[in-house]
């Protein structure tokens, strides 16, 4: 059974830092795609960032882009972020597809099969 668990997720002031990280287990993922998505409170939910597995092509959106990194380490996916705004509050979902995403699909989270329960960023101006 394929379980996917975040981690890492608190409260900063605005400029501060956090670490999210996330486990995949229960299948191989080895040449699939991971993404970062997140939700606001009334909002929908955004895409924020993609890797994939095989070859590590990474894929961020723009309002994250230079201040957000994603990295790999075996069956977990880190997203190291940094110079964080109070338009960044949300929960953050890790999500895993086990096939090499299209750059035009790995975006939408109608693609990925499997999905954390959340963890919740706020940050405070």
């Known amino acids: 059974q394929v379980h996917v668990a975040e981690s890492g997720g608190g409260s900063v002031q605005t400029g501060g830092s956090l670490r999210l990280s996330c486990v995949a287990s229960g299948h191989s993922f080895s040449g699939g795609t991971m993404g970062w998505f997140r939700q606001a409170p009334g909002k929908d939910r955004e895409f924020v960032v993609a890797?994939?597995?095989?070859?590590?092509g990474t894929y961020y959106a723009d309002s994250v882009k230079g201040r957000f990194t994603i990295s790999r380490d075996k069956n977990t996916v880190f997203l190291q972020m940094n110079r964080l705004e109070p338009e960044d509050t949300a929960i953050y979902y890790c999500?895993?597809?086990?096939?090499?995403?299209?750059?035009?699909?790995?975006?939408?989270?109608?693609?990925?099969?499997?999905w954390g329960q959340g963890t919740q960023v706020t940050v405070s101006s």
């Open positions: 999500a895993a597809h086990n096939r090499r995403l299209i750059l035009s699909a790995l975006r939408s989270g109608e693609n990925y099969d499997y």
């Open positions: 890797i994939r597995w095989g070859g590590g």
